[in-house]
């Protein structure tokens, strides 16, 4: 038989055996086009009505405990990762400098409470001494003005004594002159027996009289000056008492002045005490802050004492981790937050525990974590180009979810919030 002829005879089935392979291919990309369409929708589905990030970690309360007062490490009472209860003292310094303290304080505040007592009993006597001093004053100054015008009065009565002492004193001198005269004149004419005798003896005995009483009239006017002298003397002198009770009223009358002077001092002295009082709470609160203790309940990391060590106020020694209260910040981007709300049900998965923790959405931050950056971006200036941001949420673990506290701050976890309510 020809050649060519039987391999015209064999064309027809060639062909065929090609069409039903390329039949039989189109059926598998079929197939594998429509597993694609429904695992793409499963997909769809099974991720429906849920957010999800893996830029989330564990979050809890960090706290530094640091030194409040200066000294040196005489005691350390914890080591690395242990667990402490809130008010454990953790570290003591030496005391005795802040004893020294607290005891003068004490001295100090003693004596500024024995001023401050001294001067509040100074208040009352000298407003007593203040009260009397000025009653009586008043009382001497008006007596002393009452003796004023009473020898005032003496004067004037011992001077019209005097005047009329005096005008006795001429009358009598004028009658003695003139009985003188009558006697010198009857003298010669008794002489001549031309009077008799009786009448002349008369005359002397007239004379003698008038003399005698010129003279007792010379004394009471000598009794008077003196009277008049005596009462003048009397005047000066109650002139200066009245003087003298003035000034001595004047002086009473700063007693007000003095009461207040008085006051002001006790009231400097009970500030004093107040000051002193303050003085002694600090360095009794300073003696306390010699034992470091721990603020809350957790596990100390970072120790950075040792015994001997002199530390500074404000130095850091531990890191204080509470893991009783933990939770997760999760940062969604801004367009997975569309239906985001507080309370929705979500579930964490946290890498370095092999289980699923429940939880709740407990809120969404106020900004977006760029705004909270040392230099958040400034879209003002320069080539702006919109980036999706991320938006911290907190998600809380629900009660009873880590009884042994596995979840440590800063261990990666992928949470994911359903945001549709479960049926």
């Not at 306390?288 to 001997?308: L, W």
């Amino acid at each position: 038989m020809d050649p060519k002829v039987e391999s015209k005879t064999d064309t027809p089935d060639t062909t065929s055996a090609s069409e039903g392979r390329f039949a039989g291919r189109g059926r598998w990309l079929a197939l594998a086009a429509v597993v694609i369409v429904i695992g793409v929708l499963v997909y769809l589905w099974m991720t429906a009505g849920r957010v999800s990030t893996d830029d989330a970690q564990v979050d809890g309360h960090i706290t530094q405990v640091a030194a409040r007062v200066a000294g040196p490490v005489t005691k350390v009472n914890v080591k690395e990762n242990q667990h402490v209860e809130a008010g454990a003292v953790l570290v003591e310094l030496d005391p005795r400098d802040y004893q020294v303290a607290v005891d003068r304080a004490r001295a100090e505040l003693a004596d500024a409470q024995a001023n401050a007592a001294g001067a509040a009993t100074g208040i009352p006597l000298t407003q007593v001494t203040t009260e009397t001093g000025v009653s009586t004053a008043t009382g001497g100054l008006e007596e002393a003005q009452a003796a004023v015008g009473v020898a005032d009065k003496q004067v004037e009565a011992a001077r019209a004594q005097l005047v009329a002492a005096q005008a006795r004193q001429r009358e009598k001198e004028a009658t003695a002159v003139k009985t003188t005269r009558d006697v010198e004149r009857l003298k010669g004419l008794v002489a001549k027996e031309e009077i008799a005798q009786q009448q002349y003896d008369a005359a002397v005995s007239a004379g003698e009289a008038a003399r005698a009483s010129a003279d007792a009239a010379r004394s009471d006017v000598s009794a008077a000056e003196s009277a008049v002298a005596v009462a003048e003397q009397r005047a000066r002198q109650a002139r200066g008492a009245a003087t003298q009770a003035q000034a001595a009223l004047r002086a009473s009358q700063t007693g007000p002045d003095q009461l207040r002077v008085t006051k002001a001092r006790a009231d400097v002295a009970t500030a004093r005490v107040q000051q002193m009082t303050a003085a002694l709470a600090q360095a009794e609160l300073n003696l306390q802050r010699t034992k470091i203790i721990a603020p809350s309940a957790g596990v100390i990391s970072r120790k950075a004492v040792e015994v001997g060590q002199v530390i500074q106020p404000g130095q850091p020694l531990f890191a204080s981790v509470s893991l009783g209260d933990v939770w997760v910040t999760a940062n969604f981007k801004e367009t997975q937050l569309k239906r985001v709300q507080p309370g929705q049900r979500a579930k964490v998965e946290v890498d370095g525990v092999d289980r699923v923790f429940d939880a709740h959405v407990d809120s969404i931050s106020a900004a977006t974590g760029a705004k909270f950056s040392l230099l958040p971006p400034e879209n003002a200036t320069g080539n702006y180009v919109k980036v999706v941001q991320r938006i911290p949420v907190k998600i809380v673990l629900e009660a009873g979810q880590d009884p042994d506290h596995r979840l440590r701050p800063g261990m990666s976890v992928t949470p994911t919030i359903y945001t549709k309510p479960s049926r």
